[in-house]
């Protein structure tokens, strides 16, 4: 079998290249070693997680709000197996899609592990041993990431867990330990705090998802404290046992204070790392640098016809970062001039309220010693946010001192996850805060917070504060 294109790995990076490149008129060949496509984001990564934040977020509403909205109904209870049958049908619909796509798009899908024997040739092993070997003009290596395991406490994936084994748990934990308060800790940890769970995070630096802009993991704190969950910001975990029918976390503050934590399970959420187990990569002369495939501007490995994408090669690992990239490498090949806008990615946390972020963040502003204005408005002081009672939260826009561009906007609110995109629009366009601040937003609706804040950032005058 010969192809212009095969790529290996099947989430968002690898089946968006794959689209793009058969878009483009090259034959292309996808290589995915499960049986069902969509990689980490569509099996364990972004769509079942949603799905499930979404579930435990109507069973809080139910709980806590549909009286006080002046509708009454018999205490709801949570059947976590229908809950996670759900999820699992979401999941199914969604790598269906895909299998789909392939389809209509004349992509050969290939299922096994795929390994290099030369820079051209690819050899792909089922799991039942069969070997079959494509040829190929061009790899695009998509083989995204898995999650890190504390080095003295590996998954046993039963109390001791990562996230692919906390959106299958087949009971609510009673005592939820999250190491680790990034995104994965706080999306997953306020799945299980809703549900009524006691959630402890311990989060080795002082702040919650630290990097993005500070004052969004100090709100987040703040309102995800009030859902119940415990903090121990600034811990270092020493040591973590699965004995039998608890798991034991031991941790220790700056101070040389210790704690004990016993729960039922620990999810360990302290980032993922590269994956390319497998792939071969001594056949073609490529060495990994801290797990990562090395790659040029042009997303193009040491080798000139091997470029990597997506959770392998550096920056954020994010679905739409890989996306991105995906389509840059299918329109290179394809003579075009394509441009990946890297501070321009998005950043999102699926948490109620959501947290989402693009541009600079403050304190990337200080460092880098440039002058800037900022401008708030608080989510309270929206009539929108007042109607659904959704009142924690604030925008924040971070102008240039001197020209007025936007440089940041950082938002943590209901609907901000959607809201963003407004962020990355103005941005794109490289629109000042004056800019946004004079166009007409619907009343009444959360993005009236956006040009409040840039009103506020513009000429400190905003109108409802
Ligand atoms: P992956 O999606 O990891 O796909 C790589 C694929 O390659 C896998 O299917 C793997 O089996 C396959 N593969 C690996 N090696 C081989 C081989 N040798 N042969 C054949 N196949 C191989 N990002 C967001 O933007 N938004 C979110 O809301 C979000 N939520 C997340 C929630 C969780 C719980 C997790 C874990 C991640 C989340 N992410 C989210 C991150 C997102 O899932 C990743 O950034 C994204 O999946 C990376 O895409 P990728 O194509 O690089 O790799
Ligand atoms: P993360 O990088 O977001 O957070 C890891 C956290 O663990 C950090 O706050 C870090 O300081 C802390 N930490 C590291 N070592 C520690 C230790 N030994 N003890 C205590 N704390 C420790 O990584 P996470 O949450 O595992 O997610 C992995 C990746 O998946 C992220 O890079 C993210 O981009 C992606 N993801 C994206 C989502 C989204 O876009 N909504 C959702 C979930 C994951």
Known sequence: MQYNVAVIGSGPGGYVAAIRCAQLGF??????????????????GCIPSKALLDSSEHFITAKEHFAEHGIDIPAPKVNITQMIKRKSGVVKANVDGIAFLMKKNKIDVLTGVGSFVDKNTIKVTAKDGKET?????RVIIATGSKPTPLPFAPFDKKRIISSTEALELKEVPKHFIVIGGGVIGMELGSVYA??????TVVEFLDSLIPTMDGSLGKELLKVTKKLGMDFFLGHKVTSVQNTGNEVVVKAEAKDGKTIELKGDYCLVSIGRRPYTDGLGLDKVGIETVKGQIPVDEHLKTKVDNIY?????VRGAMLAHKAEEEGTFVAEQFAGQ??????LLIPGVVYTWPEVASVGYTEEQLKTDGKAYKVGNFPYKALGRARASMDTDGFVKILADKQTDEILGVHIIGARAADMIAAGVTAMEFRASAEDVSRMSHAHPTYMEAVKEACLAATANRPIHL
């Open 27 to 44: 034959k292309t060949a996808i290589i995915e070693k499960y049986d069902t496509l969509g990689g980490t984001c569509l099996n364990v």
């Open 133 to 137: 070997t494509i040829t190929t003009e």
């Open 194 to 199: 809703r549900l009524g769970s006691k959630v």
């Open 308 to 312: 990597a994408i997506g959770d392998v």
């Open 337 to 342: 001039k394509p441009h990946v806008h890297y």
